[in-house]
C-alpha cells in the first residue's frame, strides 16, 4: 500500500511537472508568434510609408515577410504551422462564395448611400498617388490585391496571428491581437489618404472585419472561410476604386 501510494506521488509530481514545462514551450511560442507578427507589420508599415518602392517591389517584399518569414521561423524553432492549413470543406464552398456574393452587395449598397457624403473621388485620387497606380496599371494591380494580397493577409493576420497563436495561448487573446493588428497594419498603410472621421471609422471596420473573419475561420482551423471573403470584399473595393481611376 505504502509503495503504490509512493508511486501515485511520483506519478503525480511527472505530470505536474510535465505541465509546467509545456506551459513554459507555449508560453514562449506564444511570446514568438507575437513578437514575429509585430516586427514583420512594423517592417511593412516602413515600406509602405517611408521607402515606398514600386509597387511590384513592394509586392515582392510583402510575399517574403508575410509568407516566407513566417514559414522559416516556424522551421527554425520547430513550431506547427501548416500542419492543418490544407484542411478544406469542399460541400461549404458554394455557401462561401453566396456569403462573399452578399458582402460584395453590401458594400456596394454602403457606397450607394454614402457617396454623397463622402468625396470618393478625392479618397481615389489620394490612394492613386500613394499606391503609385494609374489607369494602365489598375487591373493588374486589382487583381493582385483582390487574389494574391489577401491570401497573404489571410495566411498572415488569420493564420499565423490567430489559429496557430491560440494554440499556445488563450482564443480571446488571438482574438483581440489579430484583430488589432489586422486594422492598424492598415491604417498605417491607407492613413495618409483618409480624412479623421473616415479614418476613425476605417480602424473601428477593419478591427470588426478582422474579429468577423477570426471567428469563420475558428471552427474549420483554416483561411479558406476569410480569404473568400476578403477577396469579394476587395472585389467590391477594386469596383469602387476603378469609377474614379
Given at each position: 500500500?505504502?509503495?503504490?501510494?509512493?508511486?501515485?506521488?511520483?506519478?503525480?509530481?511527472?505530470?505536474?511537472?510535465?505541465?509546467?514545462?509545456?506551459?513554459?514551450?507555449?508560453?514562449?511560442?506564444?511570446?514568438?508568434?507575437?513578437?514575429?507578427?509585430?516586427?514583420?507589420?512594423?517592417?511593412?508599415?516602413?515600406?509602405?510609408?517611408?521607402?515606398?518602392?514600386?509597387?511590384?517591389?513592394?509586392?515582392?517584399?510583402k510575399v517574403a515577410v508575410f509568407l516566407l518569414l513566417p514559414l522559416v521561423y516556424a522551421k527554425i524553432t520547430h513550431t506547427k504551422l501548416l500542419d492543418e492549413f490544407?484542411?478544406?470543406?469542399?460541400?461549404?464552398?458554394?455557401?462561401l462564395f453566396v456569403l462573399g456574393s452578399f458582402i460584395y452587395a453590401v458594400i456596394l449598397g454602403a457606397y450607394t448611400l454614402t457617396k454623397n457624403f463622402f468625396d470618393y473621388a478625392s479618397l481615389v485620387q489620394s490612394l492613386s498617388a500613394d499606391q503609385k497606380?494609374?489607369?494602365?496599371?489598375?487591373?493588374?494591380?486589382?487583381?493582385?490585391?483582390?487574389?494574391?494580397?489577401?491570401?497573404?493577409?489571410?495566411?498572415?493576420?488569420?493564420?499565423?496571428?490567430?489559429?496557430?497563436?491560440?494554440?499556445?495561448?488563450?482564443?480571446?487573446?488571438?482574438?483581440?491581437?489579430?484583430?488589432?493588428?489586422?486594422?492598424?497594419?492598415?491604417?498605417?498603410?491607407?492613413?495618409?489618404?483618409?480624412?479623421?472621421?473616415?479614418?476613425?471609422?476605417?480602424?473601428?471596420?477593419?478591427?470588426?472585419?478582422?474579429?468577423?473573419?477570426?471567428?469563420?475561420?475558428?471552427?474549420?482551423?483554416?483561411?479558406?472561410?476569410?480569404?473568400?471573403?476578403?477577396?469579394?470584399?476587395?472585389?467590391?473595393?477594386?469596383?469602387?476604386?476603378?469609377?474614379?481611376?
Open positions: 500500500m505504502v509503495k503504490m501510494r509512493h508511486r501515485q506521488y511520483k506519478g503525480s509530481r511527472f505530470i505536474f511537472g510535465r505541465q509546467i514545462i509545456l506551459m513554459a514551450m507555449n508560453k514562449e511560442k506564444a511570446s514568438g508568434i507575437i513578437v514575429l507578427v509585430i516586427i514583420c507589420c512594423v517592417f511593412m508599415a516602413l515600406i509602405e510609408t517611408i521607402i515606398e518602392p514600386a509597387y511590384i517591389v513592394k509586392s515582392a517584399l490544407f484542411k478544406i470543406d469542399k460541400r461549404g464552398m458554394m455557401k497606380v494609374n489607369s494602365g496599371s489598375f487591373i493588374g494591380v486589382a487583381l493582385y490585391i483582390s487574389f494574391c494580397n489577401s491570401f497573404l493577409e489571410e495566411f498572415f493576420f488569420r493564420f499565423v496571428a490567430f489559429i496557430r497563436l491560440s494554440k499556445y495561448t488563450a482564443r480571446k487573446i488571438a482574438y483581440i491581437f489579430s484583430s488589432g493588428m489586422f486594422a492598424v497594419y492598415h491604417i498605417a498603410m491607407i492613413g495618409m489618404s483618409f480624412p479623421p472621421l473616415m479614418l476613425l471609422l476605417a480602424l473601428i471596420g477593419l478591427a470588426i472585419g478582422g474579429l468577423l473573419f477570426d471567428y469563420v475561420d475558428s471552427k474549420n482551423e483554416n483561411i479558406y472561410h476569410s480569404w473568400v471573403i476578403h477577396m469579394f470584399a476587395d472585389f467590391a473595393i477594386m469596383t469602387i476604386w476603378y469609377l474614379y481611376i
